[in-house]
């Protein structure tokens, strides 16, 4: 079915909604799901070293497919574990637990397609629960990846933290 809100547009380099998650996972939009009747939206995460961008999580809704633009990005799927340089793809299917932190030692920025769409708008609703200056609300973050369809691994958290010497965003 046709929308008005479906259009062809150009969104130019460097461009888009920006905001800032926690202490390190940035995200830009760059194709919201309401301009392509919802199939599949577009971000752009840049993340700053040695951060873990979240717990590790499964989306029952989503797959995901990301592409590394800059820098050396880890990736846990499951059980197992790859560094991907610039020009590597990982893809996430739903139902895995998985996350992904900056491996290198400069900031690295990884473009991330999510089909079905929608699941973008989880940023937006997150940015105010992790506050930089404060703890984040954790029963909120609980109550929202829920509302979206999320499940945390919160246990795999300080193993990652060690294994690698992250810290988490």
Request: without cysteine; proline residues 7%.
């Amino acid at each position: 079915m046709f929308s008005l809100k479906q259009k062809a547009h150009y969104v130019p380099a460097g461009e888009g909604e920006a905001l800032f998650v926690g202490g390190g996972l940035g995200i830009t939009y760059k194709v919201l799901s309401s301009s392509v009747g919802g199939s599949a939206s577009v971000v752009e995460h840049t993340l700053q070293p040695k951060v873990l961008a979240a717990p590790p999580h499964k989306h029952t809704h989503e797959d995901e497919i990301s592409y590394v633009a800059e820098g050396v990005i880890g990736f846990l799927q499951g059980t197992e574990v790859v560094v991907a340089s610039v020009g590597a793809y990982i893809v996430k299917p739903r139902g895995i637990f998985h996350t992904f932190w900056n491996a290198g030692t400069e900031t690295a920025r990884m473009i991330e397609v999510i089909a079905p769409g929608g699941f973008e708008n989880y940023f937006r609703e997150l940015e105010p629960l992790l506050p930089t200056d404060a703890p984040p609300d954790m029963s909120a973050v609980i109550a929202l990846a829920r509302r979206y369809g999320l499940e945390f691994a919160m246990d795999r958290v300080p193993e990652l933290l060690q294994i690698y010497g992250l810290k988490l965003g």
